[in-house]
Nanobody
Framework: QVQLVESGGGSVQDGGSLKLSCKTS????????IGWYRQAPGKEREFVSN???????TYAEFVKGRFTISRDHARNTVYLEMNSLKTEDTAVYYC?????????????????????WGQGTQVTVAS
């Protein structure tokens, strides 16, 4: 079963830092791009950052220079290090495995046809 579990959220002051973790299981980690998204109250979910299977990194403009995405293949985990946090970064943060991730089931390998999402972790930045 493909599963993603986020952790590391919490409450910090403006300018503070947090490091989020996305622990994955059930698929071939090295085959998979993993992204971070966030959703603030009353707003649409938005893209934050992505790390591809080849370790290419992309960031939304509003986090460039402040957030860093990385992955640990030994732990099947993707991290989002967030520095210089602002009140507008307050949101629930989700990680998601990209379409096309390989998983093994029923004696064969398959590619995921949709994103797989974690349950989210709350980040609150106070002024």
């Amino acid at each position: 079963q493909v599963q993603l579990v986020e952790s590391g959220g919490g409450s910090v002051q403006d300018g503070g830092s947090l490091k989020l973790s996305c622990k994955t299981s059930g698929f071939i980690f090295s085959s998979c791009g993993i992204g971070w998204y966030r959703q603030a109250p009353g707003k649409e979910r938005e893209f934050v950052s992505n790390i591809s299977a080849d370790d290419d990194r992309t960031y939304a403009e509003f986090v460039k220079g402040r957030f860093t995405i990385s992955r640990d293949h030994a732990r099947n985990t993707v991290y989002l290090e967030m520095n210089s946090l602002k009140t507008e970064d307050t949101a629930v943060y989700y990680c998601a495995a990209d379409v096309g991730c390989l998983y093994y089931s029923g004696g064969d390998y398959h590619r995921a046809v949709s994103k797989t999402w974690g349950q989210g972790t709350q980040v609150t930045v106070a002024s």
